[in-house]
Nanobody, 120 residues
């Protein structure tokens, strides 16, 4: 069993910042990557960013300038710092865990998701 627990979502004004956190627990020793996806209503879930246990990061190109993914391997945690938020960033944000090998990420588990709403 793998548990991913997200926190930090909420309502923020346009131009504001928000930091999401995710803690992983359970049978996670075989995984070496964590990340974030998001889903806008009516659309498919889409990649935000990945980070490996060695610190490699990969971002959705459109978000890299404003979002930063970090991790704390000792805590089995991943974070997403989101800056200069716009209403278009409104979505459910999902923490994910998986593996990275030879340039490919393999997603295996999803968190429950946390709502981020950007509105004045």
């Amino acid at each position: 069993q793998v548990q991913l627990v997200e926190s930090g979502g909420g309502l923020v004004q346009p131009g504001g910042s928000l930091r999401l956190s995710c803690a992983a627990s359970g049978s996670i020793s075989t995984f070496n990557a964590m990340g974030w996806f998001r889903q806008v209503p009516g659309k498919q879930r889409a990649l935000v960013a990945w980070i490996t246990s060695l610190g490699r990061t990969d971002y959705a190109a459109a978000l890299e300038a404003r979002f930063t993914i970090t991790s704390d391997n000792a805590k089995n945690a991943v974070y997403l710092q989101m800056n200069s938020l716009t209403p278009e960033d409104t979505a459910v944000y999902y923490c994910v865990i998986g593996s990275y090998d030879s340039g490919t990420y393999y997603l295996t588990h999803w968190g429950q998701g946390t709502q981020v709403t950007v509105s004045s």
